[in-house]
């Protein structure tokens, strides 16, 4: 199972709407609805924030909401907050789990 | 919760066995799964173990390197990873699994292999 591909870096400002991209193949992403979303601040672990494509755990907050469209999957975050800056990793989980390359998410 | 042991310093060659306690619910009714990450790196999937039957899966790159076990009296996980080399220089992770996604994960520990 191949790496899945994500872009290195998204910035928005304040309030703003940002989407990350995580793009797979036929045989993971696009054939099973078992991408995961993680958050991830500098020296802490990793924290999940959609599982399943578009399932939000209890806790995390409505800004964030996941889809699907083929082979890539995308997580949006809707009033961008200070804090929401840190690292982004996607997972799939089909036969074993592979994550993405990680985006680092700059608020402006 | 899951809270991991510290970290440790291994010289290569050598072996670590890192354990991860579970705290707060029924430890048999959830597998655990290990990941390892690289400074820097993306998050590297290891390996799974069912806590209830003890039954577990491995990522290709760690078959017969990794071991998982658990020891369910104690509420707690093991990884031993044998042969260190350099790269194997990482936080180790161990987290619990939630449908398809992991939402509990230990503090981490840090593995330095060095001579």
């Known amino acids: 199972q191949s790496a899945l591909t994500q872009p290195a870096s998204v910035s928005g400002s304040p309030g703003q709407s940002i989407t990350i991209s995580c793009t797979g193949t036929s045989s993971d992403v696009g054939d099973y609805n078992y991408v995961s979303w993680y958050q991830q601040h500098p020296g802490k672990a990793p924290k999940l924030m959609i599982y399943d494509v578009s399932n939000r755990p209890s806790g995390v907050s409505a800004r964030f909401s996941g889809s699907k469209s083929g082979n890539t999957a995308s997580l949006t975050i809707s009033g961008l907050q200070a804090e929401d800056e840190a690292d982004y990793y996607c997972s799939s989980y089909t036969t074993s789990v592979v994550f993405g390359g990680g985006t680092k998410l700059t608020v402006l | 919760q899951l809270v991991q042991s510290g970290a440790e310093v291994k010289k290569p060659g050598a072996s670590v066995k890192v354990s991860c306690k579970a705290f707060g619910y029924t430890f048999t009714t959830f597998v655990i799964h290990w990941v390892r990450q690289a400074p820097g790196q993306r998050p590297e999937w290891m390996g799974w173990?069912?806590?209830?039957?003890?039954?577990?899966k491995y990522s290709q790159k760690f078959q017969g390197r990794a071991t998982i076990t658990r020891d369910t009296s104690a509420s707690t996980a093991f990884m031993q990873l044998s042969s260190l080399r350099s790269e194997d220089t990482a936080v180790y992770y161990c987290?619990?699994?939630?449908?398809?996604?992991?939402?509990?994960w230990g503090q981490g520990t840090l593995v330095t292999v060095s001579s």
């Open positions: 987290a619990r699994s939630y449908h398809y996604g992991f939402d509990y």
């Open positions: 173990i069912s806590a209830g039957t003890g039954n577990t």
